[in-house]
């Protein structure tokens, strides 16, 4: 450990510039590393161009809660499950377009409370990109979940995706991350921390009780989303590093 420590360190120091994808990240490297001047943030963001407007979805039988992208041992699981044990509010419908070492966990979760779930959880495969549009374009919010400690290491892409096609962000992640500082920020969603069953069911709760402010969420993170996390705006940030090691 000690030896890639150091090695790490090192290369952290002889780097020209040092890219990290959000403020906490960036924090932690440097709790560990000391102050890291020749370093920006930049976040991953996201392909605005296929989502150009916010769709109207409120009126839909269902709110369509959406899971898509690598299901992994980062991703919290056991909240979820807890909270779904005994049924899933019939408002709701989570989609689970996924791949990664969990899936499996959750396929046999899903098969196992098949007669309390019903069709309310779905397990599907990956998507085409034309498909993958349609199904973020349908869906009203999008599930991001963290496990306790990798706040450390990750920022979740598919939250800018999300937030880009106009779905508010319903995330299992510990609170001292870039992802639930994001959601405060842009004020684009709801959070709980891992382990916290009654939270998450209170938050289906509000937004099942104020489709309104479901609607103000949706809104914030498609704004936000399209205003600093678009490929155009974040080209200009790449520029700006490389110009500013030319001088």
Request: glycine fraction near 6%.
């Amino acid at each position: 450990v000690k030896l890639f420590r150091w090695l790490v360190g090192l290369s952290l120091k002889r780097s020209a510039t040092n890219i990290f994808l959000g403020e906490r990240l960036k924090n932690y490297v440097e709790s560990i590393h000391g102050s890291l001047p020749n370093s920006k943030i930049i976040a991953v963001g996201a392909d605005e161009s296929p989502f150009t407007k916010l769709e109207s979805l409120e009126d839909s039988e269902r709110i369509k809660v959406l899971y898509c992208g690598n299901f992994g041992n980062m991703h919290e699981s056991k909240t979820l499950f807890d909270a779904w044990e005994y049924g899933i509010n019939d408002s709701f419908q989570f989609l689970f377009h996924c791949s990664g070492p969990k899936r499996k966990e959750l396929e046999l979760f899903k098969n196992k409370n098949e007669a309390v779930l019903g069709e309310r959880l779905q397990v599907n495969e990956g998507l085409s990109n034309s498909a993958w549009v349609k199904v973020m374009q349908s869906s009203q919010i999008a599930l991001v979940t963290m496990s306790e400690g990798s706040q450390e290491v990750v920022m979740p892409s598919k939250t800018y995706s999300a937030m880009m096609a106009g779905q508010a962000i319903l995330a299992v992640a510990p609170e001292d991350s870039d992802l639930v500082d994001l959601i405060k920020a842009a004020d684009c969603g709801w959070w709980v921390s891992p382990g916290d069953v009654k939270g998450f069911q209170e938050c289906l709760l509000e937004i099942q009780s104020n489709q309104d402010l479901l609607l103000e969420k949706r809104q914030n993170a498609f704004r936000v989303a399209h205003e600093q996390f678009g490929q155009a705006c974040l080209a200009k940030q790449w520029v700006g590093v490389f110009e500013s090691l030319q001088k």
